[in-house]
């Protein structure tokens, strides 16, 4: 399994900006997707989640500004991002959790990673 997220960007305060993140290969199931964040000196926090039935969380400081859907037949999910801030400067990393069924037939949900966006945010 693979997560493929969008490259980075540099988008001045206030602007815009949308990632997404596509699962593919030996999946059975996609259930939570979402996006962590890292900044420099920081630890990776938990910016947007989303289940397979749409419920989402978000943490307080994007609430009303980032927005997380998901597209579940192709195994995608989209953060937008508005208002951004220079705060909002990180590493984005997408995450997912995917069910695989593996040999004999047995199926077992792994958490994935994609390989991280920076997002840069001029002030």
């Known amino acids: 399994v693979q997560l493929q997220a969008s490259g980075e960007a540099l988008v001045q305060a206030g602007g815009s900006l949308r990632l997404s993140c596509h699962a593919s290969?030996?999946?059975?199931?996609?259930?939570?997707m979402g996006w962590y964040r890292q900044a420099p000196g920081n630890e990776r926090d938990m910016v947007a989640t989303?289940?397979?039935?749409?419920?989402?969380t978000y943490t307080d400081s994007v609430k009303g500004r980032f927005t997380i859907t998901r597209d579940n037949a192709k195994n995608t999910a989209y953060l937008q991002m508005n208002s951004l801030k220079p705060e909002d400067t990180a590493v984005y990393y997408c995450h997912a959790l995917v069910w695989t069924m593996g040999p004999g037939g047995v199926f077992r949900p792994e958490t994935y990673w994609g390989q991280g966006t920076l997002v840069t945010v001029s002030s």
């Open positions: 290969g030996n999946i059975f199931s996609v259930n939570d």
């Open positions: 989303i289940g397979r039935g749409s419920t989402t």
